[in-house]
């Protein structure tokens, strides 16, 4: 018997009607980002490794896929290094490429290797698929389309808050509101590292403080000591997991606990640019505040840390996220290049916009009208027809065979198609159609500009 074919966990197909979906979310983010300025550009799927390692932090690297060297890519491998069973040693040895696991490393690849054709500062919009060998579960696939905008060529903390506005103006177009867009300072995290005693623990800090909405409080002050992280440092931070209040509220208790720390003032600084200029500007749909615990992992964030949760009524977590990077380029030898950028969870987008039936009708929408096949003659009037009709951007279709009428009508049913016109011997004689409603059943009988008026 033969197997039924499966896909791997962690890839999904689309249906017709998923793909017209997403690409409504898609449309709407390519319609923001050039109105703002951004510009497209795409690279490659895969890349090569020592560009990919060593970007995203001890995890983020075992979550990258590696492509094995073509050939007989064991041949090479010296017999001392199996019996070590090392896969760290062997993997360096048997794979020279690995799919891209976001698209900000393979962006800042790109700056490096284009420099000299790019005028800064430059703004992008990149909507590509990423991979990461995760571990699947609602809203978390292997295999995703990640929706980003980056700026790069500048320091100014505007181009945060012009972030700020195109989230903000998205979700406004995706009719989407009560978003939250949560906003922390890695100089902050680092000027708490330094008030507390453990400088030397700024990745293990934030990588543990990341995972607060996943293990909560007790969760990652686990972690921490298990990183070293002594509990006299931990008892320091105390204050962090209850700050309470308005953005300036927190900011203020947060002057107080940093005030020994340049660097925390610094971050501080820059949250209060960005908040006192889009509370002054407003926005449309979203809300904006400080959230202490946000970290994100990644090691490359230097400034601004971005993320938006869903409205509340959705059990999701964030929807999109980002931050400042002050060096990234400089892992490829462009040093002084300033960038910051932010992220779309299309997919989680898509899921809070199915939950809350957000979609527009007319997303859904397909083929308007399917003439009916009743042989050569009469499918000849229909494609001349339907030629016409299309040039009005009316989607039309023949049915391509030749079937009974019933089997083409319950095509048409299955299909949602809302009308179907019969036009036999006697509709070409008199140069007229019969167009049936499929919703109510009504049958009226058309000249070509009724019908076109009829369907547009």
Partial sequence: ??????????????????????????????RCFT??????????????????????????DRLIFKILN???????????LYSEKSSKKLTAKITEKALRYDLTVPFARYVVQNQNDITFPFKRYQIQPVWRADKPQKGRFREFLQCDADVVGSTSLWQEVELVQLYDEVFAQ????????????RKILSGITEVIGAEEKLIDFTVALDKMDNIGEEGVKSEMLSKGISESAIEKLQPLFSFKGTASEKLIKLKEMLETSETGLQGISDLEFIFKNIETISLKSASLEIDLTLARGLNYYTGAIFEVD???????KSIGGGGRYDDLTAIFGLKNISGVGISFGLDRIYLVLEELNLFPETVSENTKVLFINFGETESLYAMQTISK?????????????????????????KRNIPFVVLAGKIEIELQKYTLKNMNNGEQQTLTFEELKNRLS
């Fill in 1 to 30: 018997m033969v197997q039924k074919p499966s896909i791997p966990k962690g890839t999904r197909d689309f249906s017709p009607q998923e793909v017209i979906k997403r690409n409504y979310i898609i449309d709407t983010m390519k």
């Fill in 35 to 60: 109105a703002y300025g951004y510009q497209p550009i795409e690279t490659p799927s895969f890349e090569k490794s020592e560009t990919l390692m060593g970007k995203y932090g001890e995890e983020g």
């Fill in 70 to 80: 073509s050939g007989d890519y064991l041949k090479k491998v010296e017999d001392t």
């Fill in 174 to 185: 995706l009719n989407l509101k009560g978003v939250t867009i949560k906003l922390n300072n």
């Fill in 310 to 316: 869903p409205p509340s009524e959705v059990k999701m």
């Fill in 389 to 413: 009709l299309r040039l009005d951007g009316i989607v039309s279709e023949l049915y391509p065979d030749a079937y009974k009428m019933s089997k083409q009508i319950g095509y048409a049913d």
